[in-house]
């Protein structure tokens, strides 16, 4: 049978603070067999990150960590200092969750690679340089020996995970710990990624501790699923037990708010079209000079779009596809460099600027980012009410309607004297969906409004958002990169790569039935497909 | 890369030009009469066209536009006009007191680096709680001790009550060293918040804890990775180091009655010697062009991200 | 349909994860007054700042002694309960001489940071703002005067606009405008790439209203900061110049000038340099501790 490589018994982690201790994790206890994979699963804060990270060593020194983390039968927590650093990176290896913040920047990959040798001393520094190129190679980098001797800077994102991988994993450690290896990473990059970790993880043997929030994501790679919430853990077992047959309402929750694993549900209903298009766009090429080269850069290439009043658009794409860039056009934010957004038939390149800002109540924004999208010292019922104050309305008349948007947008009366920092990011987001909706607009352009939120607070945001579609009759431009979100609340669906848009159709026949080789490859690429 | 440097070395020559301007605007054009200043100087009783002649003598009678341009062009001839105190061409004043200054710029600058980076180092590298917060508590203090009080101070202690330094004078390294720790301290002190600051924000990011995940000690850390990423802002300031030496030595070289360009400085202020001043000031803005150029070129060097090329604004969307 | 009301959420975009800020209660401000009463050092030195500031305005508060008076039989003697900070060569007390200079030097320092700050974030602003080729131009000119270290750029100015205090506190201005200038530019930036600035515009707002009510009291907060610390730095200029000679005419006291009046009397009288120098240690220290203060109260 298999040895147990990681066993955590009764684990309590606690950030000890100024004001309050807060304890992230409450008697949590967990096994890692050699060869077995366990997801280890939840939402933010409920503590599997920290659970993760305490195996690892790694938490600050002001969390107090009792309990027991045996490695191979040895308690971590018992050992002195020197005794743990010898297990790290060697016995233990850690991929970390954003490839772009994770490596030195001034140092080179291969050096950075090697330094796992070179610090246990397992070899010399010509055999560890040779055994980095030969790791790079295994964690499924072209042409290693030319990546070793780039710096990270010069790698793209899936490329730096894969470095961190083979850091991870150069020295064979028993337990490999993943956190979050993919949630920064575009979603045709993360099936690679995961299928390489899968692989070497089965060729040695080593024992996997994936976290992650994504079901989905659970589903495909682990053997043993174990669910946390809050700091507890709240169901442990195999995978097809807890998809099948979960024991626990909060996992259920989690499955019912989990995108990825209704694929195959029908798709909402829409009203049919009708006459000419809220928003035509026509020929759109936004370009943006590159020092150096003759040919401009361009993120919008002859783009054409139609969005029809009270119907939804799905823009979908991976970063850097310029899907953002095309909303920004869409509400001449930004000029194009060349091409036609006509909305409700009024051409808007030309006009007067006063003309512009007329028309403007009529199409509205709400941003990615809730920490950010917020004004930081008004009180949510001026943030609201702004909108209107920029027209000219009066103090009173803009807050009562303020007020009224406010209760629209389901949050609960008071959040209006607060301000955003004491609001959570889905009750944010709430804020800026009622600010958004303010002037009467019958266009709202939403640029990733989900994709910064917990999955249960996502399927909220998403209804309310069809709500409130149905109640006004207003039209979306939905621009996400998450497939499975837009399955869910799209009627139409425009697929953007590299500027240019690749296919467009009707929700149902995109998903059913994708023509162009990349929706393809979007689709594969969605996780959850031991499910679907 | 030539032709970064070509554009380094023309905005250098910009600056240049735009400093002598400046002094130029600041010495000639603010109210004030010239000659009125000089005659202040000496006694009453000198006559309207003595003072005409005096001004026709040193060009004063001239439109301000002319007056610049015959400043500049004999400035870029490398004359920059005469002393108004004794007469003597202000470059040959600039060249006595240059090595005095530069031998106390160079030993404060190496004191002050040394400690500032000791300190920075040594507090951000420490397990203790206790040594990180006494150690953080020394920079703020030398930041805020006045250079001519401390000066005075360690004369008195030093000189006068112990014997160790001379009080006095340019004689041998012994009379250098109390006046290099008068200017080093607010440097250092600088230097150590700078960097200290620098170092712990580089523990804290993402890629420190990827070297501690891989068994890493926390001086391997510390010294391997984070004073490489942490050294890089520091050396932005250098240019402003070392002017503040440069403006510090003024009141040091004044303390200790030491000869240099800051003691020149402070007699041509008092006697409002206008020319040496601007040479002075002139220095002053060649040293740190020429200290931010080579800066310039060294940081390419030392962070890859930084490519030498033109700073046309990268506009990715 | 039930709300989630979860206080910290997950906020993973593609790039940085940023970890959410915990819901905090409305007594913000109450709480922040009750944890600066657990540092010491804070509270000490508001209450120097204090007492500093009264002594400018109300120097009789703190010393009924004649600061000009002379009293040879008293000359040189060290600190006593009648004279805490001793008597000069002319038997004058130096601890009302000292308090009695605090007006002078106080004052100064203020005029060279309101001429430093006011022209500075004006310039800041613009550039910020306005971005372009004003922008540009602004910021060029700008890095001249950041060459010329500001001990010699007021120094300069000195000898262009005469000897006296308010002459000093205008030159000490001057020279700190690049540094104010390059801190509001740079907060303005930094706040106009915000989200909210975005909105802001797309919801209809013009340029104005943007700036008024959106940029300003968001990049206001670090400028504020700067002003307490360039007050002490300034309080440091304005004395060093005033020890060298240029300030306050004797037997008018100022801090710096005191300092230099003991210079003759170093090996017999310790006490004519050293108290007057240290007022003026604990006060930039104080300066900086409150400047420092407020920073991490804005974190």
Known sequence: MSDTVLQVRDLEVTYRAKQDDVAAVRGVSLTVDAGETVALVGESGSGKSTTALAVAGLLPARAAVTGALEFRGRDLTQVGRRERRSVLGVGIGLVPQDPTVSLNPVRRIGDQVAEVLLIHRRARRSQARAAAVEALAAAGLDDPAIRARQYPHELSGGMRQRVLIAIALIASPALLIADEPTSALDVTVQRQILDRIGDLVQRNGTGLLLVT???AVAADRADRIVVMSQGRIVEDGPVEQILRDPAHPYTRSLLDAAPALHLSGPVTAAPAPAGRPLLAVRGLVKAFPVPGRKAAFRAVDAVDLDVAAGRTLGLVGESGSGKSTTARLALRLIDPTAGSVVFDGVELAGLPAARLRELRRRFQLVQQNPYAALHPKLSVIDIVAEPLRSFGEDRRTARDRATELLDRVQLPAGTGARRAAELSGGQRQRVAIARA?????????????????????????LALLGDLQRDLAVGYLFISHDLAVVRQICHDVAVMYRGRIVETGSAGKIFADPEHEYTRRLLAAVPGTAVR | MTGYLVRRLGQAVVVLWAAWTVAWLVLWALPGDAVEVRLGIEANGVTPEQADALRASMGLDQPWPVQYLTGLGRALTGDLGTSWENGRPVTALLAAGLQATLALTALALLLAVVFGAG?????????????????????????????????????????FRLSLFPAIGNEGFASLVLPAVTLAVPTSALIAQLLSRSLQDALDQPWADTARAKGARPSRVLLGHALRNAALPALTITGLIVGQLLSGAVVAETVFSRTGLGRLTASAVTAQDTPVVQGIVLFAALVFVVVNLAVDLLYPLLDRRIVPRAAAKASRP | MTLDLELVDRTATAGTATRAPAARSTGRHWGAARSSLRRPGLVLS??????????????GVFASTDPLRAAPRLKLQPPSWEHPFGTDQLGRDLFSRTVHGTGLSLGSALIAVAVGIVVGSLVGLVAGFVRGPLDSGLMRAMDVLLAIPALLLSLALVTALGFGTVKVAIAVGIASIAACARVMRSEVLRVRESPYIEAARAGGARWFRVLGRHVLPNAAGPVLVLAVMEFGTAVLAVSALSFLGYGAVPPTPEWGSLVSGGRDFLGSAWWLTVMPGLTIVLTVLATGRVSQGGREGRE
């Open chain 1, 437 to 461: 909706l303010a002037l009467q607009p019958d266009l709202v352009v939403l640029d990733e409004p989900v994709s910064a939120l917990d999955v249960r607070v996502q399927a909220h945001i």
């Open chain 3, 46 to 59: 508001v209450l120097w700042l204090a007492a500093v500031l009264i002594a400018a305005v109300a120097p």
């Open chain 2, 119 to 159: 300190i920075a180092l040594l507090a951000t590298g420490t397990r203790y709680r206790r040594l990180n917060r006494a150690l953080l508590n020394l920079p703020p203090l030398g930041v805020a001790v006045p250079g001519f009080w401390l000066g005075l101070i360690l004369l008195e202690v030093f000189s």
């Open chain 1, 213 to 215: 929030h994504d079901l």
